[in-house]
């Protein structure tokens, strides 16, 4: 099943080009990685994917949305975590999972039965009424992805959700992300670690607004003579013209 489809989707900005009629799909449970330097144009399509930006020509559809007609529909069906984390560290745990249960639109009893469910299993219940503020990166990191699948969205949007955490707590929230594959939510997620690319069923690397590459990372590396995954993306990277 084909929960994102994207052909010739273009994004521009007067004169510039951000994204250049790119064509792919993503199947449902699947972790998809969507990787890029700088100025490769991958945030601009994951926001006209997440229904943020309204794309300048082509078609995608998000969970059976199209991102032209439907971007409501579209941010009621998804899940997304940033680099920031997306949490009110001034709100405890318990606040900030009631507080985006009820944007999510769901009913204070299924609020309360999962947020049981999630601290039982992240070991936490004695920090439900702590502020997040004070918790440590990594539990603020883990809690962001519990809050960005509370409401089991059929697709969740990472943007680059690691950054500034020890390997050890990225191992253990890309253990979360195979947990929520497991049960059929597709993961979109960009990163700049390319060993966390490795663990992506299928990768796509964006060269000046481009796919310049998609296939899983064991055929990548043969089609590119690498040793890794960086040494492809070093490759497609030294290939861009625009800064």
């Known amino acids: 099943m084909k929960v994102i489809t994207a052909h ?12 250049d009629g790119i064509s792919f799909e993503v199947e449902k449970g699947e972790i998809f990685g969507f990787l890029g330097a700088n100025g490769a144009g991958k945030t601009t399509a994951m926001r006209m994917f997440c229904g943020l ?32 984390f997306s949490l009110y560290e001034d709100l405890t745990v318990k606040e900030n999972f009631t507080l985006f249960g009820g944007i999510y639109g769901m009913k204070p009893s299924q609020i309360r039965e999962n947020f049981g469910l ?14 997040v503020g004070g918790l440590p990166l990594g539990w603020k990191q883990k809690l962001a992805f519990s809050l960005s699948v509370f409401h089991s969205p059929e697709i969740v949007f990472l943007d680059e959700p ?21 049960k059929g939510i597709t993961v979109f997620v960009t990163t700049h670690y390319m060993d966390e690319a490795e663990y992506c069923d299928r990768v796509s690397i964006m060269v000046d607004g481009r796919v310049e590459a998609l296939d899983s990372p064991r055929n990548l590396k043969q089609k590119f003579n690498a040793d890794d995954m960086y040494g492809v993306f070093l490759y497609l990277a030294r290939t861009a013209k625009r800064s």
């Not at 273009?10 to 080009?17: Q, Y």
């Not at 999630?118 to 502020?131: C, F, P, S």
């Not at 690691?162 to 497991?182: C, H, K, L």
């Open 53 to 84: 930006s309204r794309p300048t020509s082509g078609e995608a559809t998000v969970a059976g949305f199209d991102v032209f007609t439907q971007q409501e529909q579209i941010k009621r069906h998804i899940g997304y975590m940033s680099q920031k």
């Open 8 to 19: 010739n989707l273009t994004k521009r900005f007067g004169s510039f080009t951000a994204v």
């Open 118 to 131: 999630t601290v039982g299993r992240l070991g936490i219940e004695k920090y439900a009424d702590t502020l």
């Open 162 to 182: 690691t950054g500034g955490v020890d390997p050890v707590a990225r191992r253990q929230f890309w253990e979360m992300i195979y947990d929520a594959a497991d």
